[in-house]
C-alpha cells in the first residue's frame, strides 16, 4: 500500500519479452498488484511471466485472445484493476522507457486529492528533452497543440505519454466501452475526463530511451490524428455546451462557427465567380465576406477563451 490507498499497476505487453522482467523487476514492492495484459503477443510473454513468476499472487496475467492495441489492452487492465478493488491504477509501459522510481510522484497528486488523473511530462526537463528523438520531440510538440484544444485541458503537455496513474472514482465514470483501443487512447482518455471535468495533473518525469523501436509512426500519427481530435472535440462541444451547460462559449460558437464558414465559402465563390467573369468584385459583396468573417473568428476566439478558463482547476 501507499499512504493507506491501494495501489496497482497495469503493463499492456506486446513483443516485450526483452524488456518485461526488467520492467517487472523494478516496480516497487510496495505496489500491491501488478497486472500484466498479454495483447495476443507473439512473444508468448503472458506465459513468460506466469511462468517466471509463478509464485507472486500479486502478479496477474490476462490474455487476449486477438490483438486489441495499447488501448484495448489498458483498458483490459483497467477492469481488472477495479475488480480487485485497487483505488490507483497505474499504467506503464513495457519497453522500460518508463521510471518505475517515479510511480510515487504520479500517485501523490490523487493521495493528497489535489487530481484524480496524472500523467508524466517529459518536456519540463531540457535534459529529457535532449533525450527524447528529434522526430519524437517534434511529432509531441505539434501533437501537444491539438490535444489541447480538443481535450480543453490546456495547461498540459506531451499528450501521448502513457505513464499515467487514475483513481478509481475517476475510472468508474468513464464508458471504457467507448475509448479507443489503439494509440488514440491517451489523448481519447483527456477528451472523456474533460467531459467528466476530471482534474488532472502533469508530473514532470524524464523518459529513458535504449534498443527499444517505437510502433508509433510520426506520419501516422499526423496523418490519422486530425480527424480523430476533431470528432473529440465535437463530442466535448456537444456534451459540456449543449447537453450539461449551455452558456455564452455555446453561444459564440453557435453563432461565430457558421458566420467564419459563411465568410470564407461567399468570399471564395465570389472571388472565383468574379475572377473568371473578369470583373471587379464590388464593395458590397467583399463587406458580406469580410464582416462574418470578422465577427465569426472574435466570436469563435471569445469562446476559446471561456473554455481555457473553464478547464478542470487542480485543488489548492
Not at 61 to 76: D, L, M, Q, S, Y
Not at 199 to 204: A, E, F, G, S
Not at 240 to 260: H, Q, R, W
Amino acid at each position: 500500500m501507499y499512504k493507506n490507498k491501494i495501489i496497482g499497476v497495469v503493463i499492456p505487453t506486446y513483443r516485450a519479452k526483452k524488456h518485461i522482467h526488467k520492467v517487472i523487476d523494478g516496480i516497487p514492492e510496495w505496489i500491491d498488484h501488478i497486472i500484466i495484459v498479454d495483447d495476443c503477443c507473439p512473444d508468448k510473454c503472458g506465459h513468460l511471466v506466469k511462468k517466471s513468476y509463478h509464485d507472486e499472487s500479486k502478479i496477474h496475467v490476462v490474455f487476449h485472445e486477438i490483438n486489441k492495441g495499447v488501448g484495448g489492452a489498458t483498458i483490459t487492465g483497467y477492469r481488472k484493476g477495479l475488480e480487485l478493488g485497487i483505488q490507483i491504477i497505474v499504467k506503464m509501459d513495457s519497453d522500460d522507457q518508463m521510471d518505475p522510481d517515479f510511480i510515487s510522484d504520479l500517485l501523490d497528486p490523487i493521495v493528497n486529492e489535489k487530481a484524480r488523473y496524472s500523467k508524466g511530462n517529459r518536456f519540463v526537463d531540457f535534459k529529457a528533452l535532449k533525450s527524447m528523438p528529434r522526430m519524437r520531440l517534434l511529432g509531441n510538440s505539434i501533437l501537444s497543440f491539438m490535444v489541447k484544444a480538443a481535450s480543453g485541458y490546456w495547461t498540459i503537455m506531451d499528450p501521448t505519454n502513457g505513464f499515467t496513474a487514475i483513481s478509481h472514482v475517476a475510472l468508474e465514470k468513464l464508458n471504457l466501452d467507448k475509448l479507443s483501443n489503439r494509440y488514440f487512447f491517451e489523448s481519447d482518455m483527456l477528451i472523456n475526463l474533460n467531459i467528466q471535468s476530471t482534474i488532472i495533473c502533469d508530473v514532470p518525469i524524464p523518459a529513458r530511451y535504449g534498443d527499444e523501436e517505437s510502433s508509433l509512426s510520426l506520419w501516422n500519427t499526423i496523418y490519422r490524428f486530425p480527424s480523430r481530435l476533431l470528432g473529440g472535440l465535437i463530442k466535448r462541444f456537444f456534451f459540456k455546451y449543449l447537453i450539461y451547460d449551455f452558456n455564452m462559449a455555446s453561444i459564440y460558437t453557435l453563432v461565430g462557427f457558421p458566420l467564419l464558414l459563411w465568410g470564407i465559402v461567399y468570399g471564395l465563390f465570389k472571388w472565383i465567380q468574379n475572377y473568371y467573369l473578369g470583373q471587379e468584385t464590388p464593395t458590397g459583396t467583399i463587406m458580406l465576406s469580410v464582416l462574418p468573417l470578422i465577427l465569426g473568428t472574435q466570436f469563435l476566439l471569445a469562446a476559446i477563451n471561456i473554455d481555457i478558463n473553464s478547464t478542470p482547476k487542480n485543488k489548492s
